[in-house]
């Protein structure tokens, strides 16, 4: 089960599709361990980038079932079950923690603005949730919905099976520092993974995040950074950051980072097919000749590293 002292890289996998855009089963298999190899120590399911609001109820669990049965209990494995109401939330959940799942993710609810309103809500979801434990998405910029710390510290002290942050504000460094510092202070701990690409992941660990949730192409970026700065060599990790960082930076693209990842990560053989679920368009032949620009500097830099 999911807990407070969750740590490393839990990678966001993406939804493998056929060019019809039926559910790549066979690609499923594929990405989960194209993912461990490169150093995932958990995996997270239905985020934001696995496109979970383009799929059924029934094909959600089907993923869910699909990576389990892959992981064969070898990491952690999150599942995303934000929806607009509590019901089909909590049969997802059930249901993927049947299947072997070690927690949940939840976002905030759309149109929640005060401090009280978004505790309330989160009250909410773990009575709802029951014994599941559970992942607090914070992530403004796509709910719309701002956390303060306060807020999160409330949340946490008052809903004991809230045992992660999934960190993604933005300006945001300054949200942990401020959570680690009323930690040192007695307030209850929870794990801290960070998301946004890795566009930030030097800064956040160096301010207190146990490590990253988050689906950029190169997951050995992450594993090799976190590796670093547990061994205590930041220069390292930050010569590891750097060497990825402009392919970061591009795949960051609002709107495109999704076509960029997916088109990525089947060149690199992890899933057979770039298909986004419709609405969703693939990457143009321009962009694909700059990723593939970019990771020929990439090859260079990490060869320089002995990478």
Request: glycine share 10%.
């Amino acid at each position: 089960m999911l807990d407070e002292t969750a740590a490393g890289v839990f990678t966001i996998a993406v939804t493998p599709f056929l060019p019809d855009g039926a559910i790549d089963l066979d690609s499923i298999d594929r990405m989960t361990a194209f993912y461990l190899e490169r150093g995932a120590t958990g995996l997270t399911l239905l985020g934001v980038m696995g496109e979970a609001p383009k799929l059924t109820a029934a094909e959600s669990l089907t993923v869910v079932r699909r990576v389990l049965a892959a992981v064969g209990g070898a990491v952690p494995v999150v599942v995303g079950v934000s929806a607009p109401g509590l019901a089909p939330m909590v049969e997802l959940a059930q249901a993927a923690m049947a299947a072997g799942a070690a927690g949940v993710m939840v976002q905030p609810a759309a149109g929640l603005k005060s401090d009280d309103e978004i505790a309330g809500y989160f009250a909410a979801v773990a009575r709802a949730l029951g014994p599941i434990p559970f992942v607090l998405q914070d992530f403004p910029l796509v709910t719309g919905v701002s956390t303060p710390a306060k807020v999160i510290l409330r949340i946490a002290a008052e809903n004991p099976t809230c045992v992660m942050l999934k960190h993604e504000d933005w300006p945001g460094l300054d949200k942990i520092t401020a959570l680690r510092a009323a930690e040192a202070q007695g307030a209850r701990r929870l794990s801290i993974l960070c998301g946004n690409g890795g566009q930030f992941l030097p800064e956040e660990l160096e301010r207190g995040a146990d490590g990253a949730m988050t689906g950029f192409a190169f997951p050995e970026m992450m594993a090799g950074v976190v590796a670093a700065y547990r061994a205590g060599d930041t220069e390292r990790a930050h010569d590891i950051f750097d060497a990825y960082l402009p392919l970061v930076r591009y795949e960051a693209q609002p709107g495109r980072g999704l076509a960029v990842r997916k088109y990525t990560l089947a060149r690199r053989g992890a899933i057979a097919h770039a298909t986004l679920r419709a609405p969703g368009a693939g990457l143009p032949p321009v962009a694909q000749a700059e990723v593939e620009a970019l990771i020929r500097r990439q090859d260079i830099r990490l060869a320089a590293l002995g990478l």
